[in-house]
């Protein structure tokens, strides 16, 4: 029998105890569900209190076209504010954390280069760690996670499509993306600051709940589409090339 592969999300064990009593800021959008319900409702259910959510490109419902600009707005079934991290504006405001104690960050990733998704969660832990706020980042399953391809970028054309040295196809899961940016020292150096502070002072400022179950050789049909351009596992398997 094929072993079913659970998302970080869905080990709610794991980390709601650690944002009990906390004011929380969620990046997330249509792909963060435990089963049948969204990652936010799962949080407003355990009493969490959710002052916030961040949308990506697309949007936090997912139902943008790529590159069409998302303002900023209240989401209807919640009452909670969305801010668009897309376009003009690609990270929080000092403004926007003022009132948050963790961030948490919980969207599908396709394992691509210049799939937005690792440059905006760049973006959010910069923003963070400057702030000396703690991220909690809950792991999903890489669909291209079983290789690795394609050249890598040349820093001197770095941008929100491609913002660091890795190849085209990178074989990792976005939990562990998050912890190489930070091993690797690629964010930026007032987060590196702040990250390093944070530590010194007993706080873990990187907290990756990983998935259970998971085997990157095996096939994992992603039960969302991730984009509106990606539908299914057959275009997430082509994207890598036909992106460009």
């Not at 998302?70 to 969305?82: E, F, L, Q, R, S």
């Not at 809950?138 to 190849?167: C, E, W």
């Not at 907290?207 to 275009?235: F, G, H, M, W």
Request: glycine share 8%; net charge neutral; aromatic share 10%.
């Amino acid at each position: 029998f094929p072993v079913t592969i659970i998302p970080g999300a869905a080990n709610t064990n794991a980390y709601i105890h650690l944002l009990k009593g906390k004011q929380v800021a969620v990046f997330a959008n249509q792909t963060s569900m435990v089963g049948e319900k969204h990652l936010v409702d799962i949080l407003l259910e355990n009493k969490i209190n959710v002052k916030k959510i961040f949308g990506p490109e697309h949007g936090f419902r997912g139902v943008a076209d790529a590159g069409e600009k998302v303002g900023n707005y209240m989401d209807a079934k919640t009452g909670i504010p969305v801010i668009s991290l897309y376009g003009a504006k690609q990270k929080p405001s000092t403004e926007d954390l003022s009132d948050v104690d963790v961030l948490v960050f919980d969207i599908q990733d396709v394992g691509v280069r210049f799939y937005t998704f690792i440059s905006s969660l760049q973006h959010f832990m910069e923003a963070g760690f400057s702030h000396k706020k703690a991220l909690i980042v809950l792991d999903r399953p890489n669909p291209n996670g079983h290789y690795i391809d394609g050249p890598v970028l040349d820093t001197a054309f770095k941008s929100f499509v491609g913002m660091q040295p890795v190849p085209v196809v990178y074989g990792m899961t976005i939990g562990e993306y998050a912890k190489m940016l930070v091993g690797e020292q690629w964010i930026d150096k007032q987060a590196m600051n702040g990250y390093l502070n944070m530590k010194v002072t007993g706080i873990d400022p990187l907290i990756v709940i990983p998935c259970l179950q998971y085997d990157r050789n095996k096939e994992y049909p992603l039960p969302i589409k991730p984009s509106p351009n990606l539908p299914d596992l057959t275009a997430v398997y082509w994207y890598p090339s036909i992106c460009f």
